[in-house]
């Protein structure tokens, strides 16, 4: 079984500050997806990113970028320059398939102007 | 926009009643997954179906049913509603062709109150 630790319950941050969201995913799975989503207050769920286990390659996205360490079977989550449009429920998912994901409890961040 | 489409939007019913959610995947896709989102639960994993077959199973109740269609669109079929079953209901898509892997698009859910 999986399990998706979101250590944050909530964040509050003023615009322009950087932001990070953490999470720990625990499986006993050798190869594995990890994604973030994002669900605004219109209450759709938005992709963000995805990285596979098997790459520990950080990456940056415009204003977003991930860490991903497999020791600690930590992947966390970056906004540069948060904006008020940033304010949303992000959540961190697993699986060892793309669809069939195992969520966290999930972060409301909110950005104040 | 994701280009998954959930019918109806909003839905009120009755306990004991039974009602029919309804997705249509992005254009194409094989792959439809069905997802809750309730405040005690959190987002969980229902049931997947890929081609018209049923593919895996996650924690999806006995009344529950689920089936993807020729045209690939889903539904989702609850029964014996109970105040418990008031969630958000979401529909997934992914893999636009066999053997080509995506990550899941959501579509905007469900809201489902059982009254």
């Known amino acids: 079984a999986q399990k998706v630790t979101q250590a944050q319950t909530e964040i509050s941050v003023v615009e322009k500050e950087d932001v990070t969201l953490d999470c720990v995913y625990e499986?006993?799975?050798?190869?594995?997806?990890l994604f973030w989503y994002k669900q605004p207050p219109s209450g759709e769920l938005v992709f963000l990113i995805r990285?596979?286990?098997?790459?520990?390659q950080n990456e940056i996205s415009g204003r977003y970028s991930w860490n991903f360490q497999k020791s600690t079977s930590s992947f966390n989550f970056t906004i540069t320059a948060s904006q008020v449009v940033d304010s949303a429920v992000y959540f961190c998912?697993?699986?060892?398939?793309?669809?069939?994901?195992?969520f966290g409890q999930g972060t409301i961040l909110t950005v104040h102007p | 926009d994701s280009g998954v489409t959930q019918t109806p939007k909003h839905l009120i019913t009755a306990t004991g009643q039974r009602v029919t959610l309804r997705c249509s995947p992005r254009?194409?896709?094989?792959?439809v997954y069905w997802y809750q989102q309730s405040l005690d639960q959190g987002l969980q994993f229902l049931i997947h179906?890929?081609?018209?077959?049923?593919?895996a199973k996650g924690n999806i109740l006995e009344r529950f049913s689920a089936q993807q269609f020729p045209d690939l669109h889903s539904e989702l079929n609850l029964s014996s509603l109970e105040l418990g079953d008031s969630a958000l209901y979401f529909c997934?898509?992914?893999?636009?062709?066999?053997?080509?892997?995506?990550?899941?698009?959501f579509g905007q859910g469900t809201r489902l109150t059982v009254v």
């Open positions: 997934a898509s992914s893999v636009p062709y066999a053997g080509m892997n995506t990550e899941a698009f």
């Open positions: 499986t006993r799975d050798t190869t594995y997806y």
């Open positions: 990285r596979n286990s098997f790459d520990e």
């Open positions: 998912a697993g699986g060892t398939s793309y669809g069939k994901l195992t």
């Open positions: 254009s194409g896709d094989l792959s």
């Open positions: 179906y890929y081609n018209g077959e049923e593919r």
